[in-house]
């Protein structure tokens, strides 16, 4: 698999805790977004860890086209139609 593939065309905002790590879905596969479930396998893709430095609403790309991974930078809005 060359390119994630594109699991959303927003943004997925979730509740998350300082100190508490997550792992994100690179790959877009999973079905569990923004988080991993292990569908990545045999992708060549693998999920990021990411730390949650403080406690309140991260809104996490669901594109996967990001370059803030794993939060969004609002590239889900270039995407073709």
């Not at 979730?14 to 100190?19: C, D, L, P, R, T």
Request: net charge positive.
């Amino acid at each position: 698999m060359a390119e994630p593939q594109v699991a959303g065309r927003a943004p997925i905002g979730v509740e998350v805790e300082a100190g508490k790590d997550y792992w994100w879905c690179a790959c877009g596969l999973s079905k569990k977004q923004p988080f991993c479930d292990g569908s990545h396998k045999g992708s060549g893709m693998a999920p990021l860890k990411w730390a949650a430095a403080e406690t309140g609403t991260a809104w996490f790309c669901a594109c996967k086209r990001t370059a803030k991974s794993p939060l969004c930078d609002g590239s889900h809005k270039r995407l073709p139609a």
